[in-house]
């Protein structure tokens, strides 16, 4: 059993997952702990089984095959809640330990050097940082942690972008598919141990690069 974080109670157990609307118009509460062996290729799903990812994406298909019209534009706005806390995927898109491994940050420190502002090192009570980010694994921080932390980050992202792919997938096979431009970008970046930091509350450059790619027609490819 790998290395075990010190999550909220309260944010697995009761925080709000985004709402979207099922096939019949009705809404339901997205759980993304209870997907595994669901068919949620579609939206008419379990959609209170599924993972995030796959309802997204299933919903972006549909309407690339049923709600977009053909001589209309269209602008279709895909948010994918990954690769935020909390970091489940189904098993087969997790990395092995010694491949997660290879990817943690070169400059990996089990504690930050010295206090951000509004990201304490340790507060008053010497709890930890009074951060709820920070305090999925409080300082010092193992190696093991942040491996098994990049682990679980990696396979999230494997998930996404497999759902992403479906989505470019089903685009291509359109008739939207040589006038459309794809963007894919990000709000922000993460530690994962950079600088004895876990989460995002930085000015780091893990924090605040972030990928931009743009493809559609007209666009050089690079």
Known sequence: MGPQYTFKQNY???KKMPRLMDSDGSTSNHKSTRFEG???STVAGPIDECHNSEVFASAAVRYLKVDAKHGKPFFLYVAFTAPHDPLVCPEDFM???SEAEQY???NFKTHHMFEIEGVQYVNPEGKGFGNRDEEIDLPP????NVTQRTKDYMGVIRHMDHHVGRILAELRSSQFANETYVIFTSD???ALGSHGLI???SNYEHS???????SGPGVQHR
């Not at 921080?141 to 093991?144: F, G």
């Not at 605040?208 to 743009?214: A, V, W």
Request: glycine share 4%; proline share 7%.
């Open 12 to 14: 697995l157990t009761k």
């Open 38 to 40: 669901k068919d949620c």
């Open 95 to 97: 990395p092995t330990a």
């Open 104 to 106: 943690v940050v070169r």
């Open 141 to 144: 921080r193992s190696r093991a």
């Open 188 to 190: 922000h970046g993460t």
């Open 199 to 201: 989460s995002k509350q």
């Open 208 to 214: 605040i690069r972030i990928p931009m790619l743009i």
